[in-house]
């Protein structure tokens, strides 16, 4: 733990994601892979498929239950194991609504207004945007505090969420008087913190680009990862000896640093076996690693999602869990903010 503020909390990690897609190399290099490590470090883990998070954009309703289970099956996938991880949608345990809306009372407009990602979701026409869209960041907030988890591992673009998180638990510990929540910290690491689009370097890839080709999806069979890689865009030159000369090359950047972060190395140490060489050769290599690791993911998910009462059963059986831990904590921020709860049963 590194922040004084949190020394009186156990150590606990949260994290979502949204089931709005298909799950991407961003998601799996960026989140899931490292949900997988944090699991492995036996430190407690719980992790949500952000269904109401979801639905602040239109979503297809039978779309939105498939896309969740399929997500929860790249979860276990990945290594995610539903008896050491939570592991459950967000919209079977209640609490998430109900301590969102006292941090909707917290959090103050001015700070929404700066959110880049709603910005960006919004674009030109934000008046035709759900209120929900709106307030997406304090239901994030009330996610990460209803467990007073301690970390949030996240890709790079979730960072200014989180510490919105930390203003917002810092405000309510101040206007209440006490000592209640923690300050999250966000844990953004390793190689692949914002991987790109395969099309535009300079773009992240997204499960809701319109182009397919600009991102893996985890579903992706062997010869669709090896095509993208291959039809990746890039540039001449070969690959250089240090990261500083990447600077200006974002796709060539992205793709040593997706091969980095597929391989747990580091970039420096995939120029240093690299360096001279061209996409030519660069390439083939990146395609055989992303196969070797991915395939097998998919595969599992594939076997996984041919049973989606089991996922059910297993998406309900964490929400059990996670609400047993919430459940006090929502009561007792109940009681400081000063809601009578006489109710039996
Ligand atoms: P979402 O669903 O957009 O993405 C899930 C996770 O994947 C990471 N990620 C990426 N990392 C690297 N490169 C990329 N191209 C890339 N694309 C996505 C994201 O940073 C994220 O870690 N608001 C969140 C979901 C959320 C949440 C939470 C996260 C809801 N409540 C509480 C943490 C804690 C989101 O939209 O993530």
């Keep these: 733990m590194t922040d004084a503020a949190n020394a009186g909390f156990t150590p606990r990690i949260f994290s979502g994601i949204q089931p709005s897609g298909g799950l991407t190399l961003g998601n799996y290099l960026g989140a899931l892979k490292r949900f997988v490590e944090k699991q492995d470090e036996g430190i407690e883990t719980i992790y949500c498929l952000v269904d ?19 997500a929860a099956a ?49 674009g030109k026409n934000a ?28 890709g790079e673009d979730q960072k200014q969420h989180v510490e919105l998180t930390r203003d917002i638990a810092a405000k309510f510990n101040h206007d209440f008087k006490v000592d ?82 597929l391989a747990s190395e580091a970039p420096e140490t995939v120029l240093e076996r690299f360096a001279g060489h061209g996409f030519g050769a660069f390439k083939p290599a990146l395609a055989e690693l992303a196969v070797a690791t991915l395939s097998p993911i998919s595969t599992e998910m594939k076997r996984l999602m041919a049973d989606p009462a089991e996922i059910d059963r297993l998406l309900g059986q964490g929400a059990e869990r996670a609400d047993a831990l919430a459940r006090p904590i929502l009561e007792r921020t109940q009681d400081i903010v000063g809601m009578i709860r006489s109710r039996r049963g």
């Design 52 to 70: 109401m998070h979801a639905i602040t954009v239109w979503q297809d309703p039978a779309k939105l239950r498939d896309q969740t289970r399929e």
């Design 74 to 122: 790249g979860f276990i996938a990945a290594g995610i194991d539903p008896k050491r991880s939570i592991l459950f949608n967000q919209s079977q345990v209640p609490g998430h609504a109900e301590l969102g809306w006292i941090l909707n009372c917290v959090a103050r407009l001015g700070w929404m207004n700066r959110m880049t990602q709603f910005k960006d979701k919004a």
């Design 127 to 154: 008046e035709a945007a759900s209120l929900g869209l709106y307030a997406y960041p304090a239901l994030m907030a009330a996610d990460i505090l209803l467990y007073h988890a301690t970390m949030v591992p996240v």
């Design 180 to 261: 209640f929540f923690p300050l999250p910290e966000p844990v953004i690491e390793g190689a692949a913190t914002r991987v790109m689009s395969l099309r535009d370097g300079t773009k992240k890839m997204s499960k809701s680009d319109p182009s397919d080709a600009s991102r893996i999806n985890l579903t992706d069979d062997a010869d669709a990862i090896a095509q993208k890689i291959r039809k990746a865009r890039t540039d001449a030159e070969p690959l250089p000896e240090t990261l500083a000369e990447l600077k200006d090359r974002p796709e060539a950047r992205n793709l040593v640093n997706i091969y980095a972060a």
